[in-house]
């Protein structure tokens, strides 16, 4: 409705920070939000990481498709997941890579390839 991905995508975020924040509020936790400072600055990626990922769907929905964009959004988060799995990045317990893993990448990447036909 707004001929514009990244306003659309502002406008959800707006409205998803909003409802969080009053949630938050509501719920007695608002004062967790007094902790920022102390937030370190690759923190926030996921933030940004997550608006990249809603301008993303609501850009290649038209052109690729819903089945196609999709896939192609859980093939990326599961093959990031197998390297912060494997590698134990940003704290998380290391996960033994295995075949069954890896194969669960891959049959996912098959299912995007054959998203497009």
Same mark, same amino acid.
């Given at each position: ?6 306003a659309?995508?502002?406008?959800s *975020?707006?409205?998803g920070?909003?409802?969080l *924040?009053?949630l938050?509020? +509501?719920t007695g936790t608002?004062?967790? *939000? ?6 370190t600055w ?6 940004a ?8 769907m609501?850009?290649g929905?038209?052109s690729?498709?819903?089945v196609?964009t999709?896939?192609a959004l859980? *093939?990326?988060? #599961?093959a #990031? ?7 134990g +990045?940003?704290?998380?317990?290391v996960?033994e890579?295995s075949v069954?893993r890896v194969?669960?990448?891959v049959l996912?990447s098959f299912?995007l390839? +054959?998203?497009r036909?």
């Amino acid at each position: 409705s707004l001929n514009s991905t990244i306003a659309a995508a502002a406008i959800s *975020f707006g409205v998803g920070f909003l409802g969080l *924040f009053l949630l938050a509020l +509501l719920t007695g936790t608002g004062a967790s *939000f007094l902790r920022l400072p102390q937030v370190t600055w690759w923190q926030y990626a996921g933030g940004a990481l997550g608006a990249f990922y809603v301008w993303a769907m609501l850009w290649g929905v038209p052109s690729l498709g819903v089945v196609t964009t999709i896939a192609a959004l859980i *093939f990326g988060q #599961m093959a #990031m997941a197998l390297v912060l799995d494997t590698f134990g +990045l940003f704290g998380l317990p290391v996960k033994e890579l295995s075949v069954f893993r890896v194969g669960a990448v891959v049959l996912v990447s098959f299912g995007l390839v +054959l998203s497009r036909f």
